[in-house]
């Protein structure tokens, strides 16, 4: 990989460089709890989750998290280091990547292997809607037929990956907020290559919504992506292995590896390279799966997935970096 390990300084203090012993595949709920401090500056615990998995910014410095496994979504301030639960899902629901259209106040939650996006008002909570775009995957099947894992909005809509298809979701939004029907979108070129493993993950889209660039997992590869045919084109020179959730501020990307890093990258005009800026990496982190950007600081959400899956860590966290 080009660039180097570089020591970093976490919210204002050194931090170590961690060593995992195992680099998991993450791509990837809880009793109700008051809002809670965190232990450090530098992180902010999700009380009462089993697990966790997506973040996304709202307005200011509130933040939204998942318990991957039950579904919930926590709320928090990434000012005040404060979380606590907003959202207490169903039995059986599940919570993967997340996003939120700003224009609407719409929190959009992938389902993972339920085969659904959930979309929430960011201010009551309230479930808006409920929307299926593939089967559920059977408890049993190996592999499994269809994990819906990231978001990322657009002024039109969101959209969303499959981390066992070849293809990409559309959920269109009108211009008063109303969801249309999705559709999907087949990929063609290096991005459809799938495996048996997981495949696409973390997906951005560019401030006008007409590039999107796409996380593979199992390539440790990024692609832009045409969202108008599908056509997909590898980002040259960048390799991040075990690549998880993506983050883009103009032309500087930093795509979250679960197995203990965060890479930036800075993208060519044209998007079809990139370099490596910086490797981030911090004592804290223990297989982080996604991250958001805030004043200076990446909001790093760790999976645990060492642990196992589903995994058994006693909590879970959001840890802040310097970005």
């Known amino acids: 990989m080009p660039g180097s390990v570089t020591r970093r300084t976490t919210a ?15 791509l990837m ?22 697990s966790a ?12 998290a998942s318990d991957l496994f039950r579904g919930d979504v926590f709320r928090g301030d990434l000012e ?12 059986g629901a599940m919570a993967a990547g997340m996003a939120v259209h700003h224009g609407h106040g719409l929190l959009f939650v992938a389902g993972g292997f339920t085969g ?14 409920t929307v299926r775009l593939t089967p559920p995957s059977p408890p049993d099947a190996v592999p499994l037929t269809t994990v819906i894992n990231e978001v990322a909005v657009t002024p039109d809509g969101a959209w969303i990956t499959d981390s066992r298809r070849a293809e990409l979701f559309f959920l269109p939004i009108g211009h008063d907020g109303e969801l249309g029907e999705p559709r999907a979108l087949p990929l063609t070129g290096p991005a459809a290559k799938t495996t048996d493993e997981f495949n696409l993950n973390g997906i951005v889209a560019t401030r006008d919504g007409g590039t999107l660039i796409v996380a593979h997992s199992a390539h440790g590869a990024l692609y832009t992506v045409d969202p108008e045919t599908g056509a997909s084109a590898a980002v040259e020179g960048v390799s991040v292995p075990t690549v998880g959730g993506l983050v883009l501020h103009g032309r500087d990307l930093w795509a979250v590896q679960n197995a203990d890093r965060v890479t930036q990258v800075r993208l ?11 490797v981030i990496t911090d004592e804290d982190f223990q297989t ?3 991250a958001t950007r805030y004043d200076g600081l990446l909001a790093v959400v760790n ?11 006693d909590r879970y966290e959001v840890v802040l970096v310097d970005d």
């Open 53 to 64: 998995e997506g973040i996304a910014l709202g307005e200011g410095s509130t933040f939204y």
């Open 12 to 26: 204002g203090r050194p931090r170590g460089t961690p060593l995992l012993l195992t680099a998991v595949l993450g």
């Open 29 to 50: 709920a809880t009793a109700v709890s008051p809002a809670a401090a965190a232990e450090a500056d530098d992180v902010i615990v999700l009380p009462g989750a089993r």
């Open 303 to 313: 999976a645990k997935f060492d642990t196992g899956i589903p995994p058994t860590a």
């Open 116 to 129: 659904v996006v959930s979309v929430y008002d960011t201010r009551s909570g309230a479930t808006v809607a």
């Open 80 to 91: 005040a280091r404060t979380a606590e639960l907003f959202i207490d899902a169903p039995e």
């Open 288 to 290: 982080p799966a996604t």
């Open 268 to 278: 060519s005009r044209d998007l079809a390279s990139g370099s490596v800026v910086e």
